[in-house]
């Protein structure tokens, strides 16, 4: 992934966390690490540039990473670790980044449905 996918790719994730997620990072790009979410309590995770696949397998990857990012920050703040949350089942799972024909989305992983593609999130 280059640098302009990797940003691209970011910036749709990124459109999720701010639909859905109380919690917004600060993004610093670090010499050592590279970009880094650094949460409120000043906690930070790097962000690894996914190589090989598909670009959807790609994104897909990345929305892991932050989502992993958003659910150690929400704890961190006393919130409800869910992000993004199912839906279908309000405060009991977040929802799975994955493939499903050639598309990044999001998926219900209790009933496998899929709820949004990633980056279309609506608020709430």
Known sequence: MDDVEFSEALETVLRDLRAQCVVRPRIRVDDTYGIMLH????????????LGGTVAERLANLADQVQEWAVEALWSEGA???????PTHPDTHPLTPTVAADTAVWVCPK????????????SR
């Open 39 to 50: 949460a409120p309590d000043g906690s930070g995770q790097g962000l690894t540039s996914p």
């Open 80 to 86: 409800p670790a869910v992000w993004p949350n199912c």
């Open 111 to 122: 009933s496998g449905a899929t709820i949004a593609r990633i980056g279309e999130l609506e």
